[in-house]
């Protein structure tokens, strides 16, 4: 099973950008799906980016489309998301998760999670 650790939260302030790592162990990596969530204290956990495990598909939530940008990395084993024109509502604890299937990921039905990393963006 693969096993996930996320990096590079932080604090920026608005307009800035912040680039999110999630290092996988385990070699069955590059083929899996793998996607970020966010969830912001008193809400719901929200889809932020999915990407396949080749990289030809690519979704994003609707929130930070255009904004935000999923890539992976198979040869070392990372997914990372860079985050530009942050706002204050994308202030959230952001997760790493993985699954064979990308439909999966875009549903929040994963095989694994990571802990998350917190991103804080101030105004």
């Known amino acids: 099973q693969v096993q996930l650790i996320e990096s590079g939260g932080g604090l920026v302030q608005a307009g800035g950008s912040l680039r999110l790592s999630c290092a996988a162990s385990g070699r069955t990596f590059s083929t899996y799906a793998m996607g970020w969530f966010r969830q912001a204290p008193g809400k719901e956990r929200e889809f932020a980016a999915a990407i396949s495990w080749s990289g030809s598909r690519i979704y994003y939530g609707n929130s930070v489309q255009g904004r935000f940008t999923i890539s992976r990395d198979n040869a070392k084993n990372t997914v990372y998301l860079q985050m530009n024109s942050l706002k204050p509502e994308d202030t959230a604890l952001y997760y790493c998760?993985?699954?064979?299937?990308?439909?999966?990921?875009?549903?929040?039905?994963?095989?694994?999670w990571g802990q998350g990393t917190l991103v804080t963006v101030s105004s």
């Open positions: 998760a993985a699954d064979p299937v990308v439909g999966a990921v875009v549903a929040g039905s994963v095989e694994r």
